[in-house]
Nanobody
Framework: QVQLVESGGGLVQPGGSLRLSCAAS????????MDWYRQAPGKQRELVAA???????NYADYVKGRFTISRDNAKNTVYLQMNSLKPEDTAVYYC?????????????WGQGTQVTVSS
């Protein structure tokens, strides 16, 4: 059974930094696209950053130049380094795994970690 466990959220002042981690159990990490989503109160969940198993990265426009996604396949862990944080980055951040098995798309979600940017 696949489990995704996020950590690293918290309270930070505007302009500060945080690094989120997502540890994946199971055997899917090497074949999955690993992504970070976020959901602010009253808003829909939105994609923040994605990284394929081949290393291709994709970012939402509003985090380009500030956030960096990376993954350590040996540790089955994906990271999100967040710099120059803004109050509008406040949200619950979710780790997401996306892969195909026997032609069926399979997705897994973590439980989420709260990021609050406030002075």
């Amino acid at each position: 059974q696949v489990q995704l466990v996020e950590s690293g959220g918290g309270l930070v002042q505007p302009g500060g930094s945080l690094r989120l981690s997502c540890a994946a159990s199971g055997s899917i990490f090497s074949i999955a696209s690993m992504d970070w989503y976020r959901q602010a109160p009253g808003k829909q969940r939105e994609l923040v950053a994605a990284m394929t198993s081949g290393g291709r990265k994709n970012y939402a426009d509003y985090v380009k130049g500030r956030f960096t996604i990376s993954r350590d396949n040996a540790k089955n862990t994906v990271y999100l380094q967040m710099n120059s944080l803004k109050p509008e980055d406040t949200a619950v951040y979710y780790c997401h795994a996306d892969y195909t098995s026997n032609k069926v798309r399979i997705q897994h979600w973590g439980q989420g970690t709260q990021v609050t940017v406030s002075s």
